[in-house]
């Protein structure tokens, strides 16, 4: 392997190690809930869910949506990380 190539895999070693470098703008995935699977979105600062709770409450919010902002926590934004939240696990 060349040198060149060497060092790019050390650098991605760091940045592997540091993921508050990468910001998600967007973002679709599949969730598997405990009853089913749900899509979880999200665009700019706005999560949605399409889990009948999201739907149902309009509260922008719900379990798989947190769940998502505590997976990727380091890789939101504060909005992001509060989003349809009443209180964020940043500071809680
Ligand atoms: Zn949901």
């Not at 679709?28 to 149902?56: I, M």
């Not at 934004?77 to 940043?90: I, V």
Request: proline content about 2%; hydrophobic content about 40%; some cysteine.
């Amino acid at each position: 392997m060349n040198s060149a190539m060497v060092s790019k895999i050390e650098k991605a070693r760091r940045y592997a190690e540091e993921p508050e470098r990468i910001r998600f703008e967007r973002f679709e995935v599949r969730f598997r809930g405990e009853n089913d699977d749900h899509v979880v979105t999200l665009e700019g600062d706005s999560f949605t869910c399409n889990c009948h709770f999201f739907e149902a409450q309009g509260m922008g919010t719900c379990s798989h949506v947190m769940a998502m902002q505590r997976i990727l926590s380091r890789m939101l934004s504060l909005e992001q990380q509060t989003a349809g939240m009443p209180f964020s696990f940043a500071t809680a």
